[in-house]
C-alpha cells in the first residue's frame, strides 16, 4: 500500500463557526466548503477537513458512540510548525480559542503554545529553535 494523500478530519459541532476559526489559524480560504464538509489543503498531501457531528453520526452510530458525547474531551491534537508564533497564538484566541498553556520552551526543544478551539481539539503552534 502506498498512501497517496492524507486527511484530517475533525468532528465539529458548528461547521459554519469552526470553518471561520480554521480559516483564521490557518490564514487560508477553504478549498471546499459545501454543507457536511470544510476542507483546506495544507499541502498537496495533507487536508484537513471540518465535518458535522450529525453528518459522521449518521455512519458510525450505533456501532459507535454518537460524537456529541466527546465534545470539551481532548480526541486530537494538530501540531503546527509556524513562523511568528506569537502573533498566531494570539490571533487563535482572539478567534475564539482556549489558551491551555502558553507559548514556552519545552523539554523536546521546539517552543510550543497550546489552546484548544470550540469542539476541545488541541491545537498546538510551535516553531523550532
Given at each position: 500500500?502506498?498512501?497517496?494523500?492524507?486527511?484530517?478530519?475533525?468532528?465539529?459541532?458548528?461547521?459554519?463557526?469552526?470553518?471561520?476559526?480554521?480559516?483564521?489559524i490557518?490564514?487560508?480560504?477553504?478549498?471546499?466548503?459545501?454543507p457536511g464538509?470544510t476542507?483546506?489543503s495544507?499541502?498537496?498531501?495533507?487536508k484537513?477537513?471540518?465535518?458535522?457531528?450529525?453528518?459522521?453520526?449518521?455512519?458510525?452510530?450505533?456501532?459507535?458512540?454518537?460524537?456529541?458525547?466527546?465534545n470539551?474531551?481532548?480526541?486530537?491534537?494538530?501540531?503546527?510548525?509556524?513562523?511568528n508564533?506569537?502573533t498566531?497564538?494570539e490571533?487563535a484566541?482572539?478567534?475564539g480559542a482556549?489558551?491551555i498553556?502558553?507559548?514556552?520552551?519545552?523539554d523536546?526543544?521546539d517552543?510550543?503554545?497550546?489552546?484548544?478551539?470550540?469542539?476541545?481539539?488541541?491545537?498546538a503552534?510551535?516553531?523550532?529553535i
Amino acid at each position: 500500500m502506498q498512501i497517496k494523500r492524507i486527511e484530517f478530519i475533525l468532528y465539529v459541532s458548528n461547521q459554519e463557526k469552526s470553518t471561520k476559526f480554521y480559516e483564521t489559524i490557518l490564514r487560508q480560504n477553504p478549498s471546499l466548503n459545501v454543507p457536511g464538509m470544510t476542507e483546506f489543503s495544507l499541502n498537496e498531501f495533507v487536508k484537513i477537513g471540518l465535518m458535522p457531528n450529525e453528518g459522521i453520526a449518521k455512519i458510525i452510530t450505533p456501532i459507535l458512540p454518537h460524537p456529541t458525547s466527546g465534545n470539551g474531551i481532548p480526541r486530537c491534537e494538530l501540531y503546527l510548525q509556524v513562523e511568528n508564533i506569537e502573533t498566531i497564538f494570539e490571533e487563535a484566541k482572539r478567534a475564539g480559542a482556549i489558551e491551555i498553556s502558553p507559548i514556552e520552551l519545552r523539554d523536546w526543544g521546539d517552543t510550543v503554545g497550546y489552546v484548544a478551539d470550540f469542539d476541545g481539539h488541541v491545537i498546538a503552534f510551535a516553531t523550532k529553535i
